[in-house]
């Protein structure tokens, strides 16, 4: 069975920075695309990075473009996702999500109903 666990939120002030990872089990990590998104109260989930399979290429939301990095190390089967420059306005529930991408097929990575598997998310709070 397939498990995606994130961890590394909590709170942090302003200008602040985070490291977010997301351990998977029950799958062939590197054979899956991972996305990070997030939802804040009262608003949609929305997309903020992917990294592929290989961790060649990489998909940012503009709002987090050279702020945030996404990053994987295969042989730990983890994903990560580095914040920096924190701002209220990224506080919001985190979670992962891992996508088998078939090769040829046309990805729409930031769709969250491409993916497959999602996390339970962790919180993450911005204080200004």
């Known amino acids: 069975q397939v498990q995606l666990a994130e961890s590394g939120g909590g709170l942090v002030q302003a200008g602040g920075s985070l490291r977010l990872s997301c351990a998977a089990s029950?799958?062939?990590?590197?054979?899956?695309?991972m996305g990070w998104f997030r939802q804040a109260p009262g608003k949609e989930r929305e997309f903020v990075a992917t990294?592929?399979?290989?961790?060649?290429?990489?998909y940012y939301a503009d709002s987090v473009k050279g702020r945030f990095t996404i990053s994987r190390d295969n042989a730990k089967n983890t994903a990560y996702l580095q914040m920096n420059s924190l701002n209220a306005e990224d506080t919001a529930v985190y979670y992962c999500?891992?996508?088998?991408?078939?090769?040829?097929?046309?990805?729409?990575?930031?769709?969250?109903?491409?993916?497959?598997?999602w996390g339970q998310g962790t919180q993450v709070t911005v204080s200004s």
């Open positions: 990294i592929t399979g290989s961790g060649g290429t990489t």
């Open positions: 999500a891992a996508d088998w991408v078939p090769a040829g097929r046309h990805w729409s990575y930031s769709r969250g109903g491409e993916y497959d598997y």
């Open positions: 029950g799958l062939t990590f590197r054979s899956y695309a």
